[in-house]
């Protein structure tokens, strides 16, 4: 069974960066589809960013160009840079993974616990 877990959240002020790490206990990372995905409170849990098995990713329109998403099959993790902070990023912070990324069709079937970013303005 996959396992999650993240760190890297907390308070930022708007405009500031952080970093969000997720690392995975798996069997075969590599074959891995990644996402993020966050959830604020009395919304509904949104996509956020992407990685195919194969490096390509996509992006919300809402962070796009801000925020970069990146894996490491070696250390078996895959982490979100977030930069240009706004208050309406604020959420709790979630990563995903397909433990198919092979296929052409993405099913997330395991979730971190989840990391609180806060930005304040």
């Known amino acids: 069974q996959v396992q999650l877990v993240e760190s890297g959240g907390g308070l930022v002020q708007a405009g500031g960066s952080l970093r969000l790490s997720c690392s995975a206990s798996?069997?075969?990372?590599?074959?891995?589809?990644l996402g993020w995905f966050r959830q604020a409170p009395g919304k509904e849990r949104e996509f956020v960013a992407a990685i195919s098995i194969r490096y390509s990713t996509s992006y919300a329109g809402s962070v796009k160009g801000r925020f970069i998403i990146s894996r490491d099959n070696a250390k078996k993790t895959v982490d979100l840079q977030m930069n240009s902070l706004k208050p309406e990023d604020t959420a709790v912070y979630y990563c995903a993974a397909d433990e198919a990324g092979w296929r052409p069709i993405t099913k997330y079937d395991y979730w971190g616990q989840g990391t609180q970013v806060t930005v304040s303005s």
């Open positions: 798996g069997r075969t990372f590599s074959s891995y589809g």
